[in-house]
């Protein structure tokens, strides 16, 4: 029940991204043509740029858990066995602990927004806590993620974003055909 609360979470918070990225392309489509037929669209730069933040942070759980996160596993990758997993375990904490610590400050941010009743400059005035949630609630569920992962390792498990050894050769070759790691 839990595990598939958790993956609904991270395919919501991908969903969530793709809408973002979506928004940027309409609203960079109705900047570019509308100066064109002289049709304004007031703050689509601000708008732009928050759909901007809210898809990179919402986008980050759904990527780490499927294995695309871009990953530096120069020493990680040549340990094995219990060094390996001490290694992952050392890895996932030092990340659980930034994250934290980058949630709370972000939550602080956008609840100080909240609370001086901060405005955005633009043409349309927005509070400033909402474009904001877009990063903390992003750096929320990529914490919840990352402790998932940290839970799973420490049960002895493989972590869900390292891909399972290829059964074959010739499921070697394809994988490294595609670009894929082994």
Do not use: C
């Amino acid at each position: 029940m839990i595990r598939r609360s958790l993956d609904a979470l991270y395919l919501l918070a991908g969903y969530a991204a793709g809408l973002g990225l979506v928004t940027i392309f309409v609203l960079m489509m109705l900047l570019s043509v509308g100066r064109e037929i002289n049709f304004n669209v007031p703050s689509g730069d601000d708008f732009t740029g928050w759909a901007l933040v809210a898809m990179a942070f919402l986008g980050t759980a759904h990527t780490f858990k499927k294995g695309e996160m871009i990953r530096v596993g120069l020493l990680v990758e040549r340990l094995h066995g219990p060094a390996r997993r001490a290694a992952e375990l050392i890895s996932l904490t030092i990340a659980a602990s930034f994250l934290a610590y980058f949630t709370f400050q972000s939550g602080k941010l956008a609840h100080d927004s909240w609370r001086f009743f901060d405005m955005s400059t633009g043409v349309v005035s927005v509070p400033l806590w909402m474009p904001q949630m877009g990063m903390v609630v992003g750096l929320g569920i990529l914490l919840i993620a990352v402790l998932d992962e940290l839970v799973i390792v420490a049960r002895g498990g493989r972590p869900t974003y390292e891909p399972e050894p290829p059964k074959t050769t010739e499921e070697l070759i394809e994988r490294i055909a595609q670009g894929g790691g082994v």
